[in-house]
């Protein structure tokens, strides 16, 4: 994976502020990359993240999927693979390398999760992968909306405290993939937290409501009004 201009993935900077490097998030993502998966009948043998992290999204896939036979993490952050290598097996393994720069290798299944809005150029990035997997799940999140745009300090907050550096809506995200030899095969929205956890006050109770409303009404719209969605998609 290309790095970032201010190397905080390398540097340890994102690991001081992620010290967990978002573990808790690997259950529901597994969980809808097992959806998208089974809907499409996409029944991978191998699996490699690019921008693996702490490596529980792999180790949450075969506890779900043990017909997966070999699982292989990526990272250039030598902090993420030291708490990966912890969970490696004979089944998964993890590398303190940028995958892109490897030649000779293909999989059934690349997972992309969080990672291209971390990438300089994400373009080159993405066509870089597009020869390495017969599949892929890419978790992108949508920065950008009409409350970001009116309320920019939020996108700053992101860059800083997780070093997004791009922001998407669906259709960036969309054109960007098409314009690099990706086809979608399958895709849905994902939820932030604030939609999901319990509210811990009337303020953010108030909002989950409406967010949550807005969403049933018109995922479309609630995504470009409030922002906050990513997607997870399944391309080839």
Same mark, same amino acid.
């Not at 998964?92 to 390398?97: A, L, R």
């Not at 098409?178 to 009337?202: H, L, M, N, Q, R």
């Given at each position: 994976?290309?790095?970032?201009?201010?190397?905080?993935?390398?540097?340890?900077?994102? !690991?001081?502020?992620?010290?967990?490097?978002?573990?808790?998030?690997?259950?529901?993502?597994?969980?809808?990359?097992?959806?998208?998966?089974?809907?499409?009948?996409?029944?991978?043998?191998?699996?490699?993240?690019?921008?693996? #992290?702490?490596?529980?999204?792999?180790?949450?896939?075969?506890?779900?999927?043990?017909?997966?036979?070999?699982?292989? #993490?990526?990272?250039?952050?030598?902090?993420?693979?030291?708490?990966?290598?912890?969970?490696?097996?004979?089944?998964?393994?993890?590398?303190?390398?940028?995958?892109?720069? &490897?030649?000779?290798?293909?999989?059934?299944?690349m997972l992309v999760i969080d990672v291209v809005e971390h990438v300089?150029?994400?373009?080159?990035?993405?066509?870089?992968?597009?020869? &390495?997997?017969?599949?892929?799940? !890419?978790?992108?999140?949508?920065?950008?909306?009409?409350?970001?745009?009116?309320?920019?300090?939020?996108?700053?907050?992101?860059?800083?405290?997780?070093?997004?550096?791009?922001?998407?809506?669906?259709?960036?995200?969309?054109?960007?993939?098409?314009?690099?030899g990706y086809e979608i095969v399958d895709w849905v929205y994902t939820?932030?937290?604030?939609?999901?956890?319990?509210?811990?006050?009337?303020?953010? !109770?108030?909002?989950?409501?409406?967010?949550?409303?807005? !969403?049933?009404?018109? &995922?479309?719209?609630?995504?470009?009004?409030?922002?906050?969605?990513?997607?997870?998609?399944?391309?080839?």
């Amino acid at each position: 994976m290309k790095q970032s201009s201010n190397d905080m993935y390398v540097s340890g900077e994102y !690991f001081k502020n992620n010290p967990d490097w978002d573990v808790a998030d690997a259950k529901w993502k597994v969980d809808v990359i097992l959806e998208l998966l089974k809907k499409n009948n996409v029944k991978p043998k191998e699996v490699i993240e690019v921008g693996c #992290g702490a490596g529980e999204n792999l180790v949450e896939l075969l506890k779900r999927d043990n017909s997966i036979e070999k699982l292989t #993490g990526y990272d250039i952050s030598p902090q993420a693979i030291e708490l990966a290598a912890k969970k490696a097996t004979d089944t998964i393994s993890f590398y303190n390398e940028d995958l892109t720069t &490897k030649e000779n290798i293909h999989t059934n299944l690349m997972l992309v999760i969080d990672v291209v809005e971390h990438v300089d150029d994400y373009y080159g990035f993405l066509r870089e992968l597009k020869t &390495k997997s017969d599949c892929f799940v !890419f978790h992108i999140p949508l920065d950008l909306s009409g409350r970001t745009v009116m309320k920019p300090h939020v996108m700053l907050q992101q860059r800083q405290s997780v070093g997004h550096i791009h922001y998407y809506t669906k259709e960036i995200i969309e054109w960007a993939l098409k314009d690099t030899g990706y086809e979608i095969v399958d895709w849905v929205y994902t939820k932030p937290v604030v939609d999901i956890a319990p509210a811990d006050s009337f303020k953010r !109770f108030v909002k989950k409501t409406l967010r949550n409303i807005s !969403f049933a009404i018109n &995922k479309d719209w609630s995504a470009k009004k409030w922002g906050n969605y990513s997607m997870m998609i399944l391309a080839k």
